[in-house]
């Protein structure tokens, strides 16, 4: 229990004040998952609003294997971009292996299914009606979009909160890819992992405080953002 | 005045065809009543005409434009001469105002105060502007749909169902703004399962049911002399009775197996029904001297307040009738259930149907 209380003590300590160390790992890690969440949200957001809106044939297909896709392990992820993006994959003149490149697609991914399907279960009690109020007003393409976009906005940070909340503290695909290279493809989870395993429990748990406030910090904002 | 002409027109939700080939003109500048039982396919017909949704098949002809020869930016300026009322309001989170300003902003009109104020105090909902739009009481969040389509001024209205569910003063705010538009050479359809609002305000009746037109035309016609069982079942569901034709000493007549009305027919035989408008048959307390040739005694065996006038149901030797008094002559005559009247209407106030 003391090494524990100990522990703890020694990881606050080394919060204040912060190591550049620790500063250059968190903002990697911000700048992997959040990038990784925004290029997901591209993919995502649209998608959710197709869904939502058109009626088609293999829809329920498409629907299907989006939620399906929640399911795939994050570690199989990371084996496809592994693949993808290795010297004698298709993408292995991109050089993206171990680069934070290759975490933020590996991320997105990963997220993609997420943000389409907690959007797309969101919206679908919005999107027909906001479409039918906007287009039986008169509202031209971008107005439509624009409505759409305005009226959905809680359904898609929502989704984006559990988007990047999954991503920011994933660990084995993350290793995978990025290779947790120290000043280039660490970033929290990966450090957290090498830390504790090399027995250094104080640096652990520093930045699993670290994570914890990331999380909390980025649900506060989007949160606030909600609001509005 | 906009002239809508439909051709064949054919809408189906997965395997289930919701209209069967519907082919009609709507009178421009009128209200054009759409009448109809529930899953009679109203909906889908104002969406199409809206263009909310496109039609599985046929075509719709607005002033002659075909509407599957317009592109996308044809039909954004097509919708925008026409405005739609949705059944279940539409409304956004904000004020009234903001609900107002926000459908003159997506049309770049500019929604002025004098502008709101003269589409709420249309609709009844002056002094409004401020409340949150989505606390609207059902009646005023209707009002407030049919306002912001105002103030856009469409050439076409279409309104779904726009008063049901409505509490009466909401009604008549509703009927009163949809009897101006129609002065002022707005083409109207309205869709409605309300027989007293389709007398009220319709130049021309269209019935559907199951996805295809019944029977169109005027109030009169249609309501009168419905050519089916279906509409009169509908429109007149007070008096229908089914029963043998027959005739005898030069008179055709109908015995329901209960009690024989008289009916003026060249019919001789045959199953048939005799539909009678509540409004055409006379209440009085003693069986009257009249040149009628229908007069049956029964007991009162319900009364229904229906504000202006209140709806009897009279049991005449098992056959029950309804009947319309007005509040006045209800009270002069000491009316209450379990009081025995005399119901006394013409041979030619039946309308008799065949049935095969």
Not at chain 2, 296 to 323: K, M, P
Request: proline share 3%.
């Amino acid at each position: 229990m003391d090494y524990l209380l100990e522990g703890l003590r020694q990881g606050l300590a080394l919060l204040f004040p912060p190591s550049r160390e620790v500063l250059q790992i968190v903002g990697l890690s911000l700048v992997v998952s959040l990038s990784a969440t925004l290029l997901a949200a591209i993919g995502g957001v649209p998608t959710a609003l197709f869904l939502a809106l058109k009626e088609f044939r293999g829809k329920r297909l498409v629907v299907g294997a989006v939620n399906t896709a929640l399911a795939v392990p994050a570690v199989l992820i990371g084996l496809v971009v592994y693949t993808l993006v290795s010297r004698r994959g298709p993408l292995g003149a991109l050089a993206l292996l171990y680069t934070p490149g290759a975490m933020i697609i590996a991320q997105a991914l990963l997220a993609f299914p997420i943000i389409t399907a907690l959007a797309l279960a969101a919206l679908k009690g919005i999107a027909r009606d906001t479409r039918d109020l906007a287009l039986s007003l008169g509202a031209n393409r971008r107005q439509l979009a624009v409505a759409l976009i305005r009226q959905g906005r809680f359904a898609f940070l929502t989704a984006l909160i559990a988007g990047f909340s999954r991503i920011v503290g994933e660990t084995g695909m993350t290793l995978m890819v990025g290779g947790n290279i120290k000043g280039q493809t660490r970033v929290l989870t990966t450090a957290i992992a090498l830390e504790t395993m090399k027995g250094n429990f104080e640096i652990g748990i520093a930045l699993g405080i670290v994570l914890l406030l990331v999380a909390l910090g980025i649900n506060i904002a989007l949160q606030w953002l909600q609001g509005k | 005045m906009m002239e809508i002409r439909i051709e064949n027109l054919q809408q189906a939700a997965g395997k289930q065809a919701i209209l069967r080939g519907l082919s009609l003109t709507f009178q421009p500048g009128a209200v054009n009543v759409i009448l109809g039982p529930n899953g009679a396919g109203k909906t889908t017909l104002l969406r199409l005409l809206g263009l909310l949704d496109s039609p599985a098949g046929g075509e719709i002809h607005y002033d002659g434009a075909a509407a599957s020869a317009l592109d996308r930016s044809g039909r954004t300026a097509m919708r925008r001469r026409i405005g739609f009322v949705f059944q279940a309001p539409l409304l956004l989170a904000g004020t009234v105002r903001q609900n107002l300003e926000y459908a003159g902003r997506l049309r770049r009109i500019a929604a002025d105060r004098r502008g709101i104020d003269r589409v709420l105090s249309e609709t009844g909902l002056a002094g409004r502007e401020d409340q949150e739009a989505r606390q609207l009481s059902g009646g005023e969040k209707q009002r407030l749909q049919l306002a912001r389509v105002m103030l856009l001024d469409p050439e076409l209205y279409l309104l779904d169902e726009p008063t049901a569910n409505l509490d009466p003063l909401s009604v008549k705010n509703i009927e009163v703004a949809i009897q101006r538009l129609a002065k002022s050479g707005k083409t109207i359809l309205l869709a409605t399962h309300n027989l007293i609002q389709a007398r009220l305000l319709a130049e021309r009746i269209f019935f559907l049911k199951d996805g295809r037109l019944v029977q169109e035309g005027g109030v009169e016609e249609v309501l009168s002399r419905p050519i089916s069982l279906d509409i009169a079942e509908f429109s007149a569901a007070e008096n229908i009775i089914s029963g043998d034709i027959g005739f005898s000493e030069g008179v055709t007549f109908l015995d329901s197996g209960k009690i024989r009305i008289e009916v003026a027919s060249e019919k001789r035989s045959g199953r048939g029904a005799a539909v009678i408008r509540p409004e055409d048959i006379l209440v009085s307390r003693q069986p009257i001297a009249s040149s009628a040739r229908n007069s049956f005694v029964g007991r009162i065996a319900a009364v229904v307040d229906l504000g202006v006038v209140l709806s009897l149901s009279v049991d005449c030797s098992g056959e029950v009738f309804t009947v319309f008094v007005t509040r006045h002559s209800f009270e002069q005559m000491n009316l209450v259930a379990g009081v025995d009247v005399a119901l006394t209407f013409k041979a030619t106030a039946v309308h008799l149907l065949p049935i095969e």
